[in-house]
């Protein structure tokens, strides 16, 4: 499994960005795909998940709102639309996978490289 993730960039408060993971390597069927970031100094969290066959989803308290997670099966690829963006949103964003239709947070068995975001006020 590959993911590769883009569409980091500046943006400046209140502003929106959307990051691109496109993931090849098998099928995705019964799959679960994440985003998480890292912010200096902080651990890795939760953003978002979203099962690849029925495209439920889940996300992180601090982004309901705000952020929307989809995936285009055809084009397996997974899309994270970020909108009215916080300086505190700033971090190394990484998308995931795992063999668990399950969308929430946890454990990923498969992991991209991470996009910076960076928030300016």
């Known amino acids: 499994v590959q993911l590769q993730a883009s569409g980091g960039g500046f943006v400046q408060a209140g502003g929106s960005l959307r990051l691109s993971c496109a993931a090849s390597?098998?099928?995705?069927?019964?799959?679960?795909m994440g985003w998480f970031r890292q912010a200096p100094g902080k651990e890795r969290e939760f953003v978002a998940g979203i099962t690849w066959n029925w495209g439920t989803t889940s996300y992180a308290d601090s982004v309901k709102g705000r952020f929307t997670i989809s995936r285009d099966k055809a084009k397996s690829m997974v899309y994270l639309q970020m909108n009215s963006l916080k300086t505190e949103d700033t971090a190394v964003y990484s998308c995931a996978a795992r063999y668990n239709d399950v969308p929430s947070a946890g454990k990923y068995d498969y992991w991209g490289q991470g996009t910076l975001v960076t928030v300016s006020s």
């Open positions: 390597g098998r099928t995705f069927t019964n799959y679960g």
